[in-house]
């Protein structure tokens, strides 16, 4: 009774374990985030291939910018600065709406709102995968 006691204990200590590694293991790669969210603008906003070409290069160069600045506060025992966060996604947000038309711009940001949302209400750059 006592072995299949100690076995219980030990799976459950297991499970924990690998739960807990899978939920905050490692990010996607660059390449991966601005894959899914061409790939959701692709159906929700109907951007063109012109406008996918404009956008990867805003988005691949946003999540390196952002990447580089968690790696670097993490290196220095910091957490990333959420006014640098919002600069940024200021920024990345200009930039996108330079290249959406009027009705495409607004239902991006509609999305990132509702995303944000079921996020639990964090900013841009302030966890997650976006």
Same mark, same amino acid.
Do not use: C, W
């Given at each position: /009774?006592?072995r &299949?006691? #100690?076995?219980?204990?030990?799976?459950?200590?297991?499970?924990?374990?690998?739960?807990?590694?899978?939920?905050?293991?490692?990010?996607?790669?660059?390449?991966?985030?601005?894959?899914?969210?061409?790939?959701? /603008?692709?159906?929700?906003?109907? &951007?063109?291939?012109?406008q996918?070409?404009?956008?990867d290069?805003?988005?691949?160069?946003?999540y390196?910018? /952002?990447?580089?600045?968690?790696?670097?506060?993490?290196?220095?025992?910091?957490?990333?600065?959420?006014e640098?966060?919002?600069? /940024?996604?200021?920024?990345?947000?200009?930039? #996108?709406?330079? &290249?959406?038309?009027?009705?495409?711009?607004?239902?991006?940001?509609?999305?990132?709102?509702?995303?944000?949302?079921?996020?639990? $209400?964090?900013?841009?750059g $302030?966890?997650?995968?976006?």
């Amino acid at each position: /009774m006592k072995r &299949i006691l #100690i076995l219980l204990v030990f799976g459950l200590a297991l499970h924990v374990s690998a739960s807990a590694q899978q939920g905050g293991g490692q990010r996607r790669t660059v390449e991966e985030r601005v894959k899914m969210t061409l790939d959701r /603008m692709k159906e929700t906003l109907n &951007i063109t291939p012109e406008q996918t070409v404009k956008l990867d290069s805003v988005f691949t160069r946003n999540y390196r910018e /952002m990447d580089k600045m968690r790696e670097d506060a993490r290196a220095g025992g910091q957490r990333p600065d959420r006014e640098t966060f919002m600069k /940024m996604a200021e920024k990345r947000d200009s930039e #996108i709406k330079s &290249i959406l038309n009027e009705e495409q711009y607004k239902k991006f940001k509609a999305a990132e709102e509702e995303r944000r949302q079921r996020a639990g $209400g964090r900013g841009p750059g $302030g966890g997650g995968s976006n």
